[in-house]
């Protein structure tokens, strides 16, 4: 939020300055990372789009992430599912998200949907996004095509 966040925002616009809207989108883990940096910091963000999103589901998290995280505990404190329970008030309202699969990742789609229906946090759920849980561009456009309604809808 300190280094990144201003660093693209002065390579993308030119100067560290914040636009009237800033949107995420994320695939798989960078999902992850926009579900949570929309529900941390939802005043800066407006609305996010990800596709075949991880760790919605309750399964264990993957080694790869707790040792990259330097423990469980660490890795718990960016838990989504946790951040978006924690932050639901402020989400509720207009619809800031898209949620996009399914790839090899249904379970997350379907918990996090499920999530956020009990929460009433105001989505959009999606499946015309490729099959396949690969980076190349079959899911951008889908993904940006919703992220684009989100944000006329909120106009």
Known sequence: MHVVVPTVLALLCGQPRLPMHLHLLGFSKGGFAALNLLSRHPRL?????????????????????VEAAGSTE????????????????????THRIALGAIGTLAADWTAGHQL???????????????????WDTAWITPA????????ASLH
Do not use: K
């Not at 963000?45 to 992430?65: G, K, M």
């Open 45 to 65: 963000f407006t609305a996010a789009s990800v596709w075949d999103t991880s760790l919605l589901s309750d399964r264990p998290p993957h080694p790869q992430l």
């Open 74 to 93: 660490q890795l718990d404190e960016y838990d989504v599912r946790h951040n978006l329970r924690c932050h639901a008030a402020a989400l509720r309202g």
């Open 116 to 134: 956020l229906d009990a929460l009433h946090i105001p989505h959009h759920a999606y499946q015309d996004a490729p099959a396949q849980h690969r």
């Open 144 to 151: 940006m095509r919703h992220l684009l309604a989100l944000e």
